[in-house]
């Protein structure tokens, strides 16, 4: 987890070199490791071969019969356990790569199977088991698992075999081992051969040596080659990196340096994306310059709209105030007149009697003056009784004068009434009219005033979208302005 956290943390340019540098030591460690095996198996096989052509004429030169006299005498001072040293002896002394030759029984007993017993010692090997070890002929002895295998090999196939390179208390051998078999063909001791293999673990590891210095010099050199190259072509990499930083942080009026290459074709990319979109803030900026000015524009209408409107509610208000004591007034006044044509109709049915009666007591004053007349032509003329008559009969005359007089102001007064009545009644006619006017103005000033209410209720609004659209415009001008656009195309960096 920690290897993960810390390779998260690396730089593209560090994960390039140690990527390359994992996989020149995997692609040397096998390589390496493919030369060392097989060179290990190709010095082997030469060991072998080498071995085997020594040895063979060894084991035909050895006489089973006499080896099994060997293993009955049990004592390295017997005469045929001195003979059969002194021929393995032999083996030995005249080759070099053979280390020591012995004879051991083929029982692989033991928990391990790895024991056999003890036939024949070089006299090398026989201080150290004899002295040392206190291991007699016929003892049992545990064979390294490289021998024990081979053993049982050999013990299968009835052939010779090599063991694997091993290391026991002696040294590092690898072994090669011949069955040694009686009259009956049976398998009752094995002649073994060790050849000294420390030569090809010494030549090994001075391979492995020259290899790993000769990777080393390699590694240095692919990782100073890979550095160079690395570095020239993550140089448009990082001036790409460098170039996000600087939109990061808003500048949109750089252009980093661009190439032919894959990579330059990436720069290029992204100098035409950075042109793009600072062409697009461009614009934006000048569309919200452009919006905020309406929003402004637009806020004053509406406030302007709202005043107006204000004034138009107060005016409308007062005009149905107006219409409303002026429809009071005339309802008022049609009484009025009402009561004034009853009074006028109560006018003209008075002069109406009072003519009557000015026409009876006319009628009257008329006889009156013709009795007096018969009166006067009856009288003498010189009597008192004729001048009281005279008198009568002037006095009879100023009445019928003064009827007159007074029918005639009656008739004037009848007609007088029926004039004002007829201007009544239009005037009556005319305020009923008025009445119904004022009533649909009243209605109409109604309509007008729920009008002038949604009117200053949409100007509300759009009063507060106004608003909100000035907050939104001005939001987007502090967005606009965090980025640095070119109003020309951006120069190079």
Known sequence: MNFLLKWSTLSFFNKNLLLSFMNIILIGTALISSSYFNQRSILTDQLHNQIERTTAEWYKGLDSELVRKAVEERSYNGPTQTRLRAYLDAVSKHNPNIKYAYIFGTELGGINRLDTSIVAMPTSLRKEFGQNWKLRVGDMYQQPPEVAVALGKMLDTGQPGFTDIYKDDFGEFTTIIYPIMDETNKKFAYFAVDADASAIH???QKLLIHDLLTLAGFL???LLLQYLVVKGTLAPIKALISGIEEVSQGRLDIRIQAGSDDLGQVNESFNHMVC?????????????????????DLLAICELNSSNANIIDLNVNEIAENIRM???????????????????????????????????LRQRSKEGIEMVRHMTERMHPETDSSL??????????EMQQAVDEVAGQVQHMRAATVEISAGIQEMKATSDHLSAMITKTASSSGQISQSVERQWASITAITNSSNKLSVMAQELQKLTSYFMVAEEPPSKT
């Open 220 to 222: 240095v050199i692919c």
């Open 276 to 296: 793009k979109i600072n062409d697009i803030m461009v614009k934006v900026k000048h569309t919200t310059d452009a919006v905020s000015n309406s929003a402004k």
């Open 388 to 397: 009281i008559v005279q008198k009568a009969a002037d006095v009879f005359m």
């Open 326 to 360: 002026q429809a009071k007034a005339t309802t008022v006044s049609t009484l009025s007149m009402s009561e004034v044509a009853a009074v006028l109709q109560s006018v003209s049915e008075c002069s109406t009697t009072l003519a009557k009666e000015t026409e009876l």
């Open 202 to 204: 010494a030549g090994l």
